[in-house]
């Protein structure tokens, strides 16, 4: 029954959604009765969100329990799992993340519904129906290709098992906050249709999508930054991004989110970028979909793999054209009547964002390429790859001159300023910068170019990020303002540690025996013993290694080499001692024929700093989502308590509205 | 006990093991003397594609065919050759999808003209913005 009764639910939810749209549309079109159809679409969208998440429920109950008479369950579980990994597991495979995506879906659809009550009435319906539009098709998507809950005619006695390299408690998490990050985007492409619609492109609608855009963007930073840190300790070679296009799918969604959130920010405070604005939102959410469509069609392994079963590729193929498509026609529609707004000088805060802007969509413009080209070709019967060699320099041509504006503009002035004024401020970076160029060049004359500039800049930008602070009262200064701070601290931060993994790790592969003592980089480590253990669903061959840092204390490693045998693989556990200065990783192979063991030893000066980094950006994110909701609820009180004395007193004059 | 049964487990698992292994390579797992040219040959490895694996190099898999490759590699770089010969070599044996850098062709020339055109976008855009009217007082709505 509980199969059942999550299905049930999510009709029901899909049924709401069909109300939504039609209720909006009625209330759109005006007319006898659309202020009783207007009525209907907020509660029409707030119930989706329980519904769907009930139905997420369900589902978690049947893998909790191990019901093998479902056919998600029997293929995807298995009942000796341990129980994070039978939670986890629900969302491991195709339907059960799907339906994760629309439980993020509906429940964003039902939140922005029960909260947002600046905008004009009229743009929120508009927002709602399009919102209801985009869910329907995954509904549908949902509902008719990737049914979670089909029953197998015949239960089996025990399920196939999760793949091993999931299983993992990255999984609790990596998924999770990468679809509420892509999810959460929706709503802002509903609200860019939502005002194209009713033409209200302006400050209002900014202020109305920013948090929205804030909350996807930090979600989407620790996803990523989570996901990669996942891969670098678990496939047990100590890489940290590889342009892999699935990477590349979850990277694509936060250049433009971004990109977007920059560009809404100069919206609300100035009022100008407003059609730039509107399209990053449409290409924002677009990016998420076609990040969806790459890993969930089959595409990616191969263009034929996907002809072969192109049932639910072409469903999100299709989805895509509609919304994609449609929400681009729209915009050609209704752009030319969306005036451009305020305008700025070249050396200005704007000049600077929306130079950045263009630099960030640049970038998306080349990992895109990138990550679709070799399916185009594939298409011709020629496959080729397009990985590192392409990616790194082709998107350094325009990160570099980007990091070089993100350390400037943030100590520009809106409008117009001068350099002559922060000249001085930013000499100490610059010569910062310089000065360690120089000394990289001159004390390890074999670093590559890239990683080289990325030292420097890196030190540059770090210095430069915190000059924004310089001369304030910092107790009186805004949170937003903090926030920008750390992000791009941030970004210095996790720029400094690529750049040092890159021009500075050392590799040491040995066959060692027990006893051996391996150097590597500062470190030297002796393999001291190797033994099986066993685990709740797979048996191992546990290294231990004592380490020492030159003439440190020792610390112990214990790397494993893990059989499963539902379903049979074989991983790495690699172990990692982590030092103010970098990590050391170490994996344990297969045994020689000579009796002696494959060991894996890498010294990564620095490598933490990467996904330091990345938390510092989503740090600052929440910083700045928490300064400008703080911001919204005062302005709403104070709006309440001024229109309460207005009424106590009718004959006072008008009291302006609180500024920014 | 379980450490116990994990033994047997493994000595049960281990003819099947010896079974499929193959003759060992012996720079599959082990890096040339050299310090140079194992820097060298860790580059060019970090850019061919395992072809068993998705989207993995050769100089990060666990797959055997990546291991024999990695052999290839080193032993070429040892016996004195170029990289980018290598590289040719491997292509000409396994095509175009071994190498994860693009080789300007008929077929990807527009992967080099992307990052032109972007730029040239990107540069027609800001020029649209800011140079049109150099002294107009800012701040004036459009």
């Known amino acids: ?124 319906i508009a927002t709602l129906a399009a919102q209801a539009f985009v869910s329907l098709g995954f509904y549908a998507f949902l509902l008719f290709s990737s049914n979670p809950f089909e029953r197998l005619p015949t239960p089996v006695p025990e399920g196939n098992g999760l793949n091993p390299l999931l299983q993992d408690i990255g999984l609790a998490f990596h998924p999770p906050t990468l679809y509420i ?67 590349n799918a979850s990277l694509m969604p936060w250049l433009a989110a971004t990109a977007l959130l920059h560009s809404a920010s100069v919206l609300a405070s100035r009022d100008a970028l407003r059609t730039w604005t509107i399209m990053l939102g449409v290409v924002a959410f677009s990016m998420s979909m076609v990040g969806t469509f790459l890993v969930r069609s089959g595409i990616l392994t191969s263009v034929h793999a996907f002809a072969v079963d192109p049932e639910r590729g072409t469903f999100i193929l299709a989805l895509l054209t509609i919304y994609i498509g449609g929400a681009l026609t729209l915009f050609g529609a209704r752009a030319s009547t969306v005036s451009e707004g305020k305008q700025f000088s070249l050396v200005s805060r ?46 350094a041509m325009f990160a570099i001159p980007m990091i070089v504006v993100m350390a400037v503009g943030p100590l520009l002035r809106w409008r117009r300023d001068s350099f002559d004024r922060i000249a001085k401020a930013l000499i100490l970076p610059a010569v910062l910068t310089a000065a360690l160029l120089a000394g990289a060049v001159l004390l390890a004359p074999g670093i590559g170019l890239l990683p080289l500039l990325g030292l420097g800049l890196s030190l540059g930008l770090g210095v430069a990020s915190i000059l924004p602070l310089l001369g304030r009262d910092l107790r009186r200064t805004p949170l937003p303002t903090w926030g920008m701070v750390f992000g791009h ?162 004959h006072s004059r008008a009291v302006p509205e609180p500024a920014e | 006990m379980t450490r116990l049964i994990a033994f047997l487990a493994l000595l049960l698992a281990a003819p099947v093991m010896a079974q499929d292994q193959l003759p060992p390579a012996p720079y599959a797992y082990r890096q040339l003397e050299d310090p140079a040219q194992e820097e060298k040959a860790q580059a060019l490895m970090e850019t061919l594609r395992c072809l068993k694996c998705q989207s993995q190099s050769i100089a990060d898999s666990d797959a055997s065919m990546a291991g024999d490759m990695r052999n290839q590699v080193r032993q070429r770089i040892k016996a004195g050759e170029e990289p980018e010969a290598i590289r040719a070599w491997l292509v000409e044996r396994y095509g175009d999808y071994v190498s994860y850098k693009p080789e300007l062709t008929t077929l990807t020339w527009p992967l080099f003209a992307a990052p032109l055109v972007l730029l040239l976008l990107a540069l027609l855009l800001l020029r649209k913005r800011f140079v049109r009217r150099p002294d107009a007082p800012a701040g004036e709505q459009a």
């Open chain 1, 489 to 650: 601290l941030g970004l210095a931060v996790a720029l400094f540690g690529m750049a040092s993994e890159s021009a500075f790790s050392t590799e040491k592969l040995v066959a060692a025996n027990v006893g051996d003592v391996v150097e590597v980089g500062p470190w030297s480590i002796e393999l001291t013993a190797i033994e099986p253990v066993a685990g709740p669903n797979w048996t191992a061959l546990e290294a231990t290694m004592t380490a020492r840092y030159e003439d440190g204390a020792p610390v112990t490693l214990h790397p494993q080499s893990r059989n499963f045998t539902q379903p049979p693989q074989t991983t790495s556990e690699s172990a990692l001692s982590t030092r103010w200065n970098g990590q050391l990783y170490a994996v344990v192979g297969e045994e020689g024929l000579d009796g002696r063991w494959q060991l894996r030893l890498w010294w990564k000066p620095f490598v933490p700093m990467i996904w330091l980094g990345g938390l510092l950006i989503a740090f600052g994110g929440a910083l700045s989502l928490l300064g400008r909701v703080l911001g919204d609820i005062r302005r709403g009180y104070q709006r309440r308590r001024i229109a309460m004395r207005r009424d106590e007193r009718p």
């Open chain 1, 350 to 395: 704007e000049a600077g964002l929306v130079f950045n802007n263009v630099m960030l969509s640049a970038i998306l413009g080349i990992v895109l390429l990138g990550t679709l080209y070799p399916l185009l070709t594939e298409a011709f019967d020629t496959k080729v790859s397009v990985g590192p060699p392409y990616f790194n320099p082709v998107g």
């Open chain 1, 181 to 247: 990050g892509y999810v959460g985007l929706s709503v802002a492409f509903s609200f860019a249709v939502g005002a194209l619609l009713t033409r209200e492109v302006g400050p209002a609608f900014a202020r109305a999508m920013r948090p929205w855009v804030l909350g996807s963007w930090i979600f989407l930073t620790i996803g990523i930054t989570a996901g990669s840190y996942w891969a670098y300790y678990e496939l047990g070679w100590g890489g940290w991004w590889f342009w892999d296009p699935v990477e």
């Open chain 1, 1 to 124: 029954m509980i199969a059942e009764a999550g299905l049930a639910l999510l009709w029901f939810a899909a049924a709401m959604a069909l109300l939504q749209l039609f209720a909006a549309i009625m209330a759109l079109r005006g007319g006898e009765g659309s202020s009783e159809y207007a009525g209907v679409v907020r509660p029409s969208a707030i119930v989706q969100g329980p519904l769907v998440a009930l139905s997420f429920l369900m589902l978690m109950w049947l893998f909790i329990r191990t019901d093998l008479s479902v056919l998600l369950v029997a293929a995807n579980s298995h009942s000796a799992k341990p129980f994070i990994f039978k939670l986890a597991g629900t969302w491991g495979n195709h339907e059960g993340s799907m339906l994760l995506w629309v439980t993020v879906m509906a429940l964003s659809g039902s939140l922005v519904a029960l909260v947002e009550r600046r905008l004009p009435e009229r743009t929120m």
